[in-house]
């Protein structure tokens, strides 16, 4: 610890001095306590230390630590939008780290000597990484780079010797500013002995730029996504209104609808239904779209007996069901309680039962996707596509 102060008063000497005490703090629900620091006109909310970072709080943070997105305190909430300059600074202790997409910036020296960390993945949503923001971090052995990084300080990686793997998914390096065009951003070591990994197409664009052309391998990916993807979207149906859901922040949802009743009918008899197949994906700027989320809307007879033709209108009692399907569960809402339902193959096999509860049931099968399925609700029967 003594060596770590010395060489730490000298890096002083070439950053400027930051404040040392913290606004608030606020415990996570897994029992960690974060410092924090009001920023852009208390606004917003900046991870920091608890007290003077050089010798009064030393390895204040330990072990793992997930910064949230958004911190209540005293029923205000703020977005965690920045880690702060020395924020976890010779946290020894530290062994994981979960940076929130809220995050834009990495301060200086903000994670300097963390000798436990072994892994960082920097979300898409940061734009800058500080001067020394990892320097010295000798048990770091990946390093991933989301796609915004715009601006690399100096020697933010340097002396980190066991790098073995650097996954950068910026689409264009040459955009990079600052120190990061510069070889000093990884040390030697790292640039001979470690693996960059880039998006397919991108490799040409590495090897032309100064700092990442310094790797000796340098490979592309078709893993690799530059964007990260929405989070695949939810239905619901309540009091006459779809209702469609996204855990991503801002995504928008898009939804196709479908009619599936009976358009042109040749014969003396037909079975009415009012049914609606419901497609729905989220999408937002900057992310891959996410996974379809399907779902089957139907109308079944509440009450059969009052169904009749009066004064040439139609009047149907009716409720709406919703069917949802995915990865071989069928979710069935707003059906009676205690209603049987009974799901088949389409050649007639019961592929599984469950009963209704609190208006809602699901039902695991072991049916493929794309196959159809026969949904039975007491007597009522829909025919529905695996998802």
Same mark, same amino acid.
């Given at each position: ?28 629900? #897994? /029992?960690? *306590? ?11 909310? !900046?991870?920091? +230390? &608890? $007290? ?62 963390? #000798? /436990?960390? *072994? ?11 500080? !001067?020394?923001? +990892? &320097? $010295? ?63 397919? /197409? ?83 700027? /900057? ?101």
């Amino acid at each position: 610890m003594i060596m770590k102060k010395k060489l730490l008063l000298s890096l002083m000497m070439l950053l400027p001095m930051v404040a040392s005490a913290h606004d608030i703090e606020v415990k996570n629900g #897994d /029992g960690v *306590t974060i410092y924090y620091n009001y920023i852009n006109d208390g606004k917003e909310l !900046e991870v920091t +230390f &608890r $007290g003077n970072y050089l010798n009064e709080y030393p390895d204040e943070y330990t072990g793992n630590v997930v910064i949230p997105e958004e911190v209540t305190y005293m029923s205000r909430t703020r977005k965690v939008t920045s880690i702060g300059s020395h924020a976890f600074v010779w946290c020894d202790g530290l062994t994981s780290i979960t940076i929130p997409n809220s995050v834009t910036s990495i301060g200086s020296s903000a994670f300097l000597g963390c #000798d /436990g960390l *072994t892994s960082v993945t920097i979300p898409n949503s940061v734009t800058s990484i500080g !001067e020394y923001a +990892f &320097r $010295g971090c000798k048990g770091l052995t990946s390093v991933t780079i989301g796609n915004s990084v715009t601006s690399i300080g100096n020697i933010a990686f340097y002396g980190c010797n066991d790098i073995t793997t650097v996954i950068s998914l910026i689409e264009n390096p040459f955009a990079i500013t600052g120190k990061a065009s510069e070889s000093r951003t990884f040390s030697l070591n790292t640039f001979n002995n470690a693996t960059l990994y880039v998006p397919k /197409g991108t490799i040409n664009k590495y090897k032309a730029t100064s700092g990442w052309k310094d790797f000796v391998f340098i490979e592309e990916s078709d893993t690799l996504s530059t964007h990260e993807t929405c989070e695949k979207p939810t239905i619901s149906y309540q009091n006459g209104k779809l209702t469609f859901t996204c855990a991503t922040n801002g995504a928008e949802c898009v939804t196709n609808i479908s009619d599936a009743d009976i358009k042109t009918h040749y014969g003396n008899e037909i079975s009415l239904t009012a049914t609606y197949i419901i497609n729905v994906y989220a999408t937002k700027a /900057g992310y891959e779209n996410s996974e379809t989320a399907t779902a089957t809307l139907c109308w079944i007879d509440a009450t059969p007996q009052t169904e009749g033709l009066m004064n040439g209108m139609a009047q149907i009692a009716s409720r709406p069901v919703l069917v949802k399907t995915d990865n071989g569960l069928i979710t069935v809402e707003g059906v009676d309680d205690q209603t049987d339902i009974r799901v088949y193959t389409a050649d007639g096999k019961q592929a599984g039962t469950a009963v209704s509860h609190n208006n809602a049931a699901t039902v695991a099968t072991g049916i493929q996707s794309g196959s159809i399925a026969i949904v039975k609700m007491g007597d009522k029967a829909i025919k529905v596509v695996m998802k």
